[in-house]
């Protein structure tokens, strides 16, 4: 288990590697566009580091976004209220108890009101981190699928995949954001001065550079790095709770429910412990799964289990 | 002979920054078994708080169980006791046996159907039954942090450092073995119980 979850990290640090160097390639490739077609005197060099210094700051930026309001953000997007604490004794309780075992701050308690079983955890960081359920999770579970469930959420903000998810998500936000100004920009400048048409061809390829980061790079690099952070977080429940059986149980109740969640998209998908978008999408959907398929997780469990019967 | 000095100049700087360093580190790892032994403090202080309750609540209902409230009384006395002397052996040894007694508590509620209906009853469950959560999760979480303390204290480079700056080994809080013997009920998964 130890050994799976070493792996696991050294892979999401992989990823991310690959998703910044991707980032600032791309801000080195707009500079190295209006340099080869731009003015021949100035060095090609200047225009690739300016470039990579632009990808840098808006990166930076969409850091301290997802700080300063990407959790907030999150929680109205899907609708989630504060957990009432006598209504919902149970689900705090449950929580402040495995925060203990796990020595962070309690987070906030959310609470959905929708029949679709579902949990996610979302939060720059452990202090200022929050856990989300639906009341279909509450009532299709008791306490000690629910503990499972809740060691899962608890680890992801343990290991700072909810920082990631929301840098990532933020940052892929942006780079739509940034490719659809370019678009719009290039249309209404064309033909203007001597270099209108090739400043306009730079402007449409940078916009492309940004739209592939948004529509193909960016959900690739979320949905390998979740899928490996969601069999972390399941490892690193069991290793909390020290019961693999109520996480199995957890997630085979879910296998057997197909209800979609009511209010979610491809961006707030990937932080939840079950695909909430199962039942509407079609193949072009689930080459972009963001969670590897619930039969492989439990497998993982079943071995687990039988490996502390034995 | 200015190569000399300075070489025992640069040894004393090194020896000096890995002893801070040390000697921060055991500092850190005190302070974090501290704390957490602290969190069991206030678990036990809130579970010794609930019983008188628990107690009166399931004596309006169950008027000839006498014996069973007695013992949790006392056990609970012994517990309150025990806690200050604040040693960790001898308070995890009154607080299992505190555990033992509640547990038969909820086992002669379960023979009284009105009392398992009263609003009032099944809000002191629920607010037992996660102090005793919380607990466990407390007890795991100082005796990892315990046992990290100890390895610290007990090992090379810091092991010369500990026992000048009084850095002594602290002791675990133990589980309930009593409490590991109950089966654990699972109808859905025939991996969970443990047949081998």
Do not use: C
Not at chain 1, 52 to 71: E, K, N, P, R
Not at chain 2, 51 to 71: C, S
Not at chain 2, 155 to 169: H, K, Y
Not at chain 2, 170 to 190: C, H, I, M, W
Request: charged share 20%; net charge neutral.
């Amino acid at each position: 288990m130890y050994e799976q979850i070493a792996r696991n990290k050294r892979r999401s640090v992989l990823y991310v590697g690959l998703f910044i160097v991707v980032w600032l390639g791309a801000g080195a490739l707009v500079g190295w566009l209006a340099a080869v077609s731009g003015n021949v005197d100035a060095p090609v060099g200047n225009d690739v580091v300016l470039g990579i210094t632009v990808a840098a700051m808006i990166a930076a930026l969409g850091i301290v976004v997802s700080f300063l309001s990407g959790q907030r953000l999150i929680l109205a997007v899907t609708g989630a209220h504060e957990a009432d604490p006598v209504q919902y004794a149970q689900l705090r309780h449950l929580v402040e108890a495995l925060a203990l075992g796990d020595g962070v701050p309690t987070p906030a308690v959310y609470v959905i009101d929708d029949p679709s079983p579902n949990a996610f955890a979302t939060g720059f960081s452990p202090a200022h981190a929050s856990i989300t359920v639906t009341t279909g999770l509450l009532t299709l579970m008791d306490r000690e699928e629910l503990e499972g469930v809740i060691g899962h959420e608890l680890s992801h903000i343990k290991n700072y995949d909810t920082r990631l998810l929301l840098i990532v998500t933020t940052l892929v936000g942006m780079a739509g954001l940034i490719a659809s100004i370019l678009w719009r920009n290039a249309l209404l400048i064309r033909g203007r001065g001597r270099d209108g048409g090739q400043f306009t061809v730079i402007v449409i390829a940078a916009g492309l550079v940004f739209g592939a980061i948004a529509v193909l790079f960016g959900p690739l690099i979320r949905l390998a790095l979740s899928r490996r952070r969601e069999s972390l977080a399941d490892a690193s429940s069991v290793e909390l709770t020290r019961n693999p059986v109520g996480l199995l149980r957890a997630l085979r109740a879910l296998q057997a429910d197909e209800q979609p969640l009511a209010r979610t998209n491809h961006a707030t998908a990937a932080m939840f412990i079950n695909n909430p978008l199962h039942g509407r999408e079609g193949f072009y959907s689930h080459l972009f799964d963001t969670h590897p398929p619930l039969e492989e997780r439990i497998a993982v469990l079943e071995g687990m289990a039988h490996g502390l019967t034995v | 002979m200015w190569g000399f000095i300075i070489t025992v100049a640069v040894v004393a700087i090194v020896i000096a920054v890995i002893g801070t360093w040390a000697y921060n580190s055991m500092v850190r790892r005190r302070n974090r078994t501290n704390e957490a032994w602290s969190q069991i403090e206030v678990e036990l202080e809130r579970r010794h708080d609930l019983i008188p309750n628990l107690v009166e609540t399931v004596k309006g209902y169950a008027t000839h169980e006498r014996g069973t409230f007695d013992a949790v009384t006392q056990a609970r006395s012994a517990a309150i006791a025990a806690g200050a002397t604040r040693d960790p052996n001898q308070i995890s040894v009154a607080e299992n046996a505190l555990g033992s007694t509640l547990r038969s508590l909820f086992a002669v509620a379960e023979a009284y159907p009105s009392l398992r209906a009263s609003e009032n009853f099944l809000a002191l469950q629920e607010e037992l039954t996660a102090t005793e959560d919380k607990l466990e999760y407390a007890r795991r979480y100082y005796n990892t942090s315990t046992r990290d303390y100890n390895t610290v204290i007990q090992t090379f480079p810091r092991v010369v450092l500990a026992r000048p700056f009084g850095f002594v080994a602290l002791g675990y809080f133990l589980a309930d073995n009593e409490a590991k013997q109950v089966p654990r009920v699972d109808f859905t998964s025939a991996t969970a119980t443990p047949t081998e």
